[in-house]
Each structure stands twice: as C-alpha cells, then as structure tokens.
C-alpha cells in the first residue's frame, strides 16, 4: 500500500494540487489540500467504486449520514455533461472552481478505469457536485457528535453550512463558461435531469418508495429530477418552478415504479 502524502496549503488555484493527471498516475497516494478563503478548509482525494471523489471530512460524514438514514434524506446535485474523452479536462477546471469558491462537502467524476463500464442510464452525470441541504435528522450535528472530542467543528452538519441559491447560480454560470471556453464537449443533459445548461444539471437523489416491494429505491430516470418533491436550494428556470408549484398545489405525478409522495 502507498502511504506516501502529497499535501500543500493552496492559496490560489493554481497550480491545481488535485490534476486529473497527478492523480491518474498514483491513484492510491494519500492527497490532502489546505484551502484558505473565509476559513480553513481541508480537502482530500478519495479513488474507490470507480470514482474519483475530491471531498472534505464533513462531506464524507455527510455521506455518512445519508446512509444511515437509508438515503432518505435532501440528496441535491449538480451534474456536468462530458465526454469521456473530456473529463481529465474537464476535472481540472470544475476541481479549480471548486477549490476556488471555498466549496465544501464534495465532488466526484467517473474514475479512468470505469469509462468503459460507465451505464448508458447515467449519460449526463460523469462528473457530480454535491449541494449540502439541512435536515432535521442533522439535528444535534450529525452522526459523529460525541464521537470527536475537540474536533467536532470538522464534522459538524448543520444549516450553517448550506450555500445559498445565489451561490449555486453563480457556480453553475461560471462552470458553463469555464467549460464552453476549453471546448470541452457535452453528452446533452442526463435524463431525468433538469437542465441548467449545456452542461449543467439538477437532480434530488433521496430514494423513494417503491410499493411493489416496500422498499425505498433509487429514484429511476423516470420519475424526473424530484421524485421525493423537497424544496429545491437553487434558482430553477421557469420548468422547474411550474413543476414546483404544481407539487405545491398537492397535485401528484405518477410513474409506474415509483410513489411521488413527500417525505
């Protein structure tokens, strides 16, 4: 096993200490980042499950969560459109932005190793960032309290930490121009997704209860981009607001695999 660590406080965003490239070549060296913006935050590379996640320890207690909550919680992301053949490219300057805006929790891109058995039903999302909504299952801070004495404010989960829907808009604008501008060429949008733009797409993850079985499922493409119908923690167009409005209005789509219902 490689224990080597590649670590380094990043005060600017370049030179990128998380290149697809270095990362590609070491996939299983320890890599840690140090970003300084409003405050400290560390990040790390995570290369499992055909993934290369780039998160920080509150996200992985954030994915924590998720699971023990059987991932029935607000499970928000943004994905980018992207041509296999474009996403080192592609990591590099969505990883910048990332490192740039002071984002926190995570992102995550189809692994090299797993472009050939990448699913057709996932077209659209080879590269994910996660949007962090409160819940009140985070009440208290979140799963690892009373486990990290002296350490909790690493892994604290709270509404404190919820970016704004103006935050969300601005990345995703400058993630459409930083794309479009390295010509870095779009699958078109992920099916169930709603579109933010040629890249970009929105999609709540929260499993949702399948009646065939009684168990609760990944919600299948069909069932759209809110099969659970939680408020969204960004600006929609105009679709996206209409569908919200109807959901609001009590009236309930139906699919055939899937209950629409709130929980």
């Known amino acids: 096993m490689v224990t080597r660590t590649a670590c380094e406080v990043a005060v600017r965003s370049q030179p990128n200490p998380f290149s697809w490239a270095e990362i590609e070549h070491e996939p299983k060296v320890q890599r840690c980042c140090i970003g300084r913006s409003f405050r400290s935050t560390e990040y790390e590379i995570l290369h499992t499950g055909g993934f290369v996640r780039l998160c920080t320890e509150r996200g992985r207690v954030y994915w924590l969560a998720q699971n023990e909550n059987d991932h029935r919680l607000p499970d928000w992301k943004i994905h980018f459109s992207v041509h296999l053949a474009d996403i080192p490219r592609a990591w590099n300057i969505l990883t910048d932005l990332f490192l740039k805006e002071a984002c926190d929790f995570g992102m995550k891109a189809v692994a090299g190793e797993a472009f050939d058995s990448w699913p057709p039903e996932q077209r659209g999302r080879e590269i994910t960032v996660y949007i962090f909504q409160n819940h009140t ?127």
């Open 137 to 263: 299952a985070y009440n208290g801070g979140g799963p690892m309290m009373g486990y990290c004495p002296g350490n909790e404010h690493n892994f604290w989960l709270g509404p404190e930490f919820e970016r704004q829907a103006d935050f969300w808009a601005k990345f995703v604008e400058e993630a459409e121009r930083l794309l479009s501008a390295a010509n870095i060429q779009s699958r078109g949008v992920a099916t169930g997704d709603l579109k933010l733009g040629r890249y970009a797409s929105l999609r709540n993850e929260a499993f949702i209860f399948e009646p065939a079985t009684g168990l609760y499922i990944y919600p299948p493409n069909k069932c759209g981009w809110n099969a659970v119908g939680h408020g969204s923690p960004v600006h929609l167009p105009l679709k996206g607001r209409l569908e919200m409005a109807w959901r609001q209005g009590r009236l309930r789509l139906r699919c055939a695999t899937c209950s629409k219902r709130r929980h």
